[in-house]
């Protein structure tokens, strides 16, 4: 084994925030206030809200692609407003996998390149993959229910149900420490949708990822080990 | 990057090799103009050597070198034969080629002149004309209807020694009249010059004279003929020509001798230095060619501005996408990277389709200008104004497509991974 960035473990904090406090650009106010929420490697949560809650925004910043006004939100221990813009996208394209609603694939890429994306833009997540990004990446999406005649089709010619398990096997490869998934289930009907979850959390734990799963669907919320309700979480009055 | 921007633009093709054309199209319009011009002056350039001064009437030194040298335009006035003996008198003049103009063949211009004209006529790097078949015309009565063509005469009317032919009074159209009564016979074909010799039909001035001896003021004297043998009998001495080729025997003096033609007692004579002239016509002519560079400057502008705004329009529909590179670790630099990336292989393909269809315009309009207009084009070799060009439009399409790019780079940095759309 080469040696790598730290493997997630059990019981190792993932993602920790404390104080944050969130503004729009232009705005007065504050639109997002949490005092403190964690989660281990592993650990699944379920972040639960109405439209407009501030849902998005919660995962911008654990992403680090927006950053806090006040207050910490740390991965892996390092705050993301402690970098410097490039490093928080090299970090972000190393440690986080993210899914959609929808649109999740460049629609002129096929399957196969559209999940080797992040290997591609990091080294680091390239060389976690074991034995190589390609045939890592090809088990994955065997495991996701896709078989090999798939791969090579350009992302846009599958079903949506199908786009979405490409999406979850990208953000999935390389083994990142933290998925985020935002409402990845909207846009899919029951059964595919039942489909989908029992892969993704199968895959997650397997993985050791910890998952952050936005949605409004609250019948979903059984299936994770946590559950949150942000409109509770979120200390500022939700933006009317 | 380069990969998933090339992806990406072909995946938008359709609307991308529209603005492709156009870019191409700019481009080729402005390589085709400044390459135009590049010929045109070298053609030019090349028409006349060895002749220190070109004499005619008094008129514009640049109209003179146009109607004297090129066959474009036509005398106001003639010099009288008189004047001509003076200064071929002068005692620095080496020789003198008087010129006559006026017919025509088929739309090319026939030139009476003397023998000395095959002796002392250079062009491009002081090259000496040279018979590619045949003999120059004898200059004497017995061959008083001898011609000898150009190149291009001889090989878009498919003549050759031997061959006969008739000469129409001016510059032909449908009411002009044949000298169709006294035809003449080819005895000579000049080796090609890429000059407008190779469009002339050239006479003896005598038989210049011969044809005209039954006409006046432009038409037929009514109840007078004289056939071509009869001719003969009268006196063929041409009492005047349209214009002189003079050579000295020294440089030094030109500008004596042009004093000299210019002061000329009894008639108003002009003498000008053929490079001279030519400087003057640049000037009068460089005016045109930088409104028209200009014009094709604009051109490749809108084209860009196209680019950018086709680009741009995009740029909603694509959020997502960007969204996505961004989720996948793509910083908002290389967001700005891969628009800008894609407006520079838009403007190169375009601009390099647009220089290959200029080399395919040479190659197909060359022989077609040449022969209409004399213009020798070379398509093998970029001069370097095309390559300055070609250099601003691709510097132009990437300053452009920073445009989209910049955009681009906005747009994620405050999107994030949810576009608002």
């Known amino acids: 084994m080469r040696p790598g960035p730290p493997c997630p473990q059990h019981n190792l904090l993932v993602l920790e925030i404390r104080d944050l406090r969130y503004a729009w650009p232009g705005t007065a106010g504050d639109c997002l206030a949490i005092d403190a929420l964690t989660l281990e490697a592993g650990r699944s949560v379920f972040v639960h809200g109405p439209s407009g809650s501030g849902k998005s925004t919660l995962l911008g910043l654990m992403a680090g692609v927006l950053l806090a006004r006040a207050g910490r939100v740390s991965l892996l221990g390092q705050d993301w407003a402690g970098l410097p813009a490039g490093a928080r996208d090299a970090r972000r394209a190393d440690l986080v996998g993210v899914v959609f609603q929808q649109f999740n694939l460049l629609p002129y890429l096929s399957v196969l390149d559209n999940v080797l994306l992040p290997t591609r833009l990091c080294a680091a997540r390239a060389r976690r993959c074991q034995p190589a990004p390609a045939p890592a990446a090809q088990a994955l999406l065997q495991r996701m229910g896709l078989p090999a005649p798939l791969w090579t089709r350009r992302a846009d010619a599958l079903s949506v149900g199908q786009q979405q398990r490409v999406a979850a096997a990208r953000a999935l490869l390389g083994r990142p420490a933290l998925l985020i998934a935002d409402e990845p289930t909207s846009a899919l009907d029951a059964a595919v949708r039942d489909d989908f979850m029992d892969l993704l959390l199968q895959q997650c734990r397997d993985s050791a990822s910890a998952l952050v799963f936005v949605s409004h669907d609250e019948r979903l919320a059984a299936r994770f080990d946590e559950r949150l309700s942000l409109p509770q979480l979120n200390r500022c009055r939700a933006p009317e | ?421």
């Open chain 2, 1 to 421: 990057m380069l990969h998933l921007a090339a992806r990406s633009a072909w995946n938008r093709r359709g609307t991308l090799s529209l603005v492709l054309l156009s870019i191409a199209l700019a481009t080729a319009l402005l390589l085709s103009l400044e390459g135009l011009r590049r010929d045109i002056r070298a053609s030019f350039a090349q028409a006349v050597s060895g002749t220190d001064l070109v004499i005619g009437a008094r008129t514009g030194p640049v109209q003179l070198m146009l109607y004297a040298v090129f066959r474009v335009g036509g005398a106001t006035n003639n010099i009288s034969m008189d004047s001509v003996r003076a200064v071929a008198a002068h005692r620095a003049v080496a020789w003198t080629v008087p010129l006559s103009l006026g017919d025509s063949h088929r739309g090319y211009p026939v030139l009476g002149t003397t023998v000395a004209y095959f002796e002392h006529f250079a062009y491009g790097d002081r090259q000496r004309l040279a018979m590619a078949e045949g003999r120059p015309f004898s200059g004497t009565l017995d061959g008083l209807y001898e011609a000898v063509i150009g190149a291009e005469v001889a090989q878009s009317l498919g003549y050759r020694a031997g061959t006969r032919l008739t000469l129409t009074h001016g510059m032909g159209g449908d009411l002009a009249a044949e000298h169709a009564d006294k035809p003449f016979t080819v005895v000579g074909v000049l080796e090609r010059t890429g000059t407008p010799v190779d469009r002339t039909v050239h006479v003896s001035l005598q038989a210049i004279e011969a044809i005209h001896l039954d006409w006046a003021g432009g038409a037929r004297l009514p109840g007078l003929r004289i056939g071509a043998e009869d001719a003969r009998k009268f006196d063929l001495e041409p009492k005047q020509v349209t214009a002189l080729l003079v050579g000295l025997k020294s440089r030094a003096a030109v500008f004596a001798v042009q004093r000299h033609v210019n002061s000329h007692p009894g008639e108003a004579l002009m003498a000008v230095l053929p490079g001279v002239a030519l400087d003057e016509l640049w000037e009068v002519v460089g005016l045109g060619e930088r409104a028209l560079l200009a014009i094709s400057g604009l051109v490749a502008l809108v084209s860009l501005a196209g680019l950018v705004a086709v680009v741009l329009a995009g740029l909603n529909e694509r959020r997502r996408e960007l969204a996505v590179l961004r989720a996948v670790g793509a910083g908002p630099r290389h967001v700005l990277v891969l628009l800008a990336l894609e407006g520079m292989l838009v403007t190169l393909a375009g601009a390099l389709i647009g220089a290959a269809a200029t080399a395919a315009a040479v190659v197909a309009a060359g022989p077609w200008l040449q022969q209409q207009f004399g213009i020798g084009l070379q398509a093998a070799t970029p001069a370097a104004g095309q390559w300055l060009l070609f250099a601003a439009v691709l510097v132009a399409g990437m300053l452009a497509s920073l445009v989209p790019g910049w955009r681009a780079y906005r747009l994620s940095l405050a999107d994030g991974l949810s576009p608002r759309t």
